[in-house]
């Protein structure tokens, strides 16, 4: 890269040009005097900057009865970000379903799409029948694949910045899969690939149970759990990728497996049946002593897990999403335990996104992508460095 200096021309054009695009997307609409008033900047760079990015589709100039009402005299011109000059998706790839979601440049929600999927389908059934969700609900929108300027995706396992899975042990096939490289045959946009945790822990921290905390753990409670955390409102992943894998603490001579200790018959349920788990939970609710039993040790071994963590990193809350966040009661009994390992317990609450977390925190990915690049003013939550 050449140096760039105070006096670089380029670099001083696409700081006025970030510095008003940021102004434009925080309000309805403005007129080139307001837009002057906010940034700063001088009236003929602003001007220069506005038309500039008119013939760049970004902005778009406001009819006068659109905008205030009209005076004596000539109104002023008032312009808007144009939040539909592109799209982006955030995509979650699951066990047992894989989902889309669509939104403008601003994050509005424009729809969402899901379809189920076997357990034990390979990888190229599984990435088939993600690639039809998003036909589906690019066809439902009427949004062309050309329009879409940025992907995000939430997988399970350990992901490398290319978007190559170095770790998968929930899906077939998945381990060492190129996953970054084999979406982005399907798009001709940047396609950003996360670990599902974390994803799902952007989420909550963007518009969930960790709103407007930035220490941050989402733990996503299962038979084969993971975490993801936020430290000082920057995603963590840490070194490799691995940070928050707590589903192999047993490894460190913690005991049992999380299949086994759900048992209710002295053989280990399957990492990926959704449904013996939640039958494990409905006998529990239903008074079962065996499965209370069960229930009682899996919650017991989870708290353990999430105590790790918060020892760890001092997170001011703890989300619960996964299979645990509809468990009756689990709240009270992970504050008490905490309370008793941590030196400081944070809050405790249950996921407010729950299925939907995941994608959420995907199409997050994708918009602090392109966030970076209009308006390259603030590092984001989930940039890699």
């Keep these: 890269m050449g140096r760039m200096t105070g006096g670089d021309p380029s670099l001083l054009r696409r700081i006025n040009s970030a510095v008003v695009l940021h102004a434009l997307r925080g309000t309805e609409c403005a007129t080139l005097t307001e837009i002057t008033r906010v940034t700063g900047l001088s009236r003929p760079t602003v001007e220069g900057v506005v038309e500039g990015q008119i013939e760049a589709g970004l902005v778009v100039e406001v009819a006068a009865e659109e905008g205030a009402a009209r005076?004596?005299?000539?109104?002023?011109r008032r312009f808007r970000f144009r939040a539909e000059a592109g799209y982006l998706l955030g995509l979650e790839i699951g066990s047992h379903r894989v989902s889309a979601v669509l939104s403008d440049l601003d994050g509005r929600i424009l729809g969402t799409s899901q379809k189920p999927v076997l357990a034990s389908a390979p990888a190229d059934e599984r990435l088939e029948r993600l690639r039809a969700t998003v036909a589906d609900l690019l066809r439902r929108t009427g949004v062309s694949r050309q329009a879409v300027r940025a992907v995000g995706v939430g997988s399970p396992g350990i992901?490398?910045?290319?978007?190559?899975?170095?770790l998968g042990t929930a899906l077939p096939e998945w381990t060492g899969l190129e996953l970054g490289e084999r979406?982005?045959?399907?798009?001709?946009?940047p396609v950003l690939v996360e670990n599902d945790a974390n994803t799902a822990a952007?989420?909550?921290h963007w518009k969930g149970a960790a709103a407007g905390s930035d220490d941050v753990v989402y733990v996503m409670a299962g038979l084969s759990p993971g975490?993801?955390?936020?430290?000082?409102?920057?995603?963590?992943r840490g070194f490799g990728g691995a940070a928050g894998e707590i589903g192999a603490l047993h490894l460190l001579g913690r005991g049992e497996t999380p299949e086994t200790l759900l048992s209710t018959n002295g053989e280990p349920l399957h990492p990926l049946?959704?449904?013996?788990?939640a039958a494990v939970f409905a006998d529990a609710r239903d008074g079962d002593a065996q499965a209370q039993?069960?229930?009682?040790?899996?919650?017991?071994?989870l708290v353990h897990d999430v105590a790790a963590l918060v020892l760890a990193l001092d997170p001011e809350v703890v989300v619960i999403g996964g299979w645990a966040a509809g468990l009756d009661g689990v709240l009270e009994p992970l504050r008490e335990e905490l309370a008793r390992y941590c030196l400081r317990t944070p809050r405790v609450a249950l996921s407010v996104l729950g299925e939907a977390a995941v994608a959420t925190g995907a199409l997050r990915l994708a918009?602090?992508?392109?966030?970076?690049?209009?308006?390259?003013?603030?590092?984001?939550v989930t940039a890699r460095r």
């Design 293 to 301: 039993a069960a229930l009682d040790r899996f919650v017991r071994r």
């Design 183 to 189: 979406l982005r045959r399907s798009f001709r946009c």
């Design 202 to 204: 952007v989420a909550e």
């Design 273 to 277: 049946d959704e449904q013996a788990v």
């Design 71 to 76: 005076r004596q005299g000539r109104p002023a």
């Design 367 to 380: 918009l602090d992508h392109v966030e970076e690049q209009l308006f390259a003013v603030e590092t984001t």
């Design 159 to 166: 992901v490398e910045a290319d978007g190559t899975v170095r």
């Design 227 to 236: 975490a993801g955390s936020l430290i000082g409102g920057r995603l963590h």
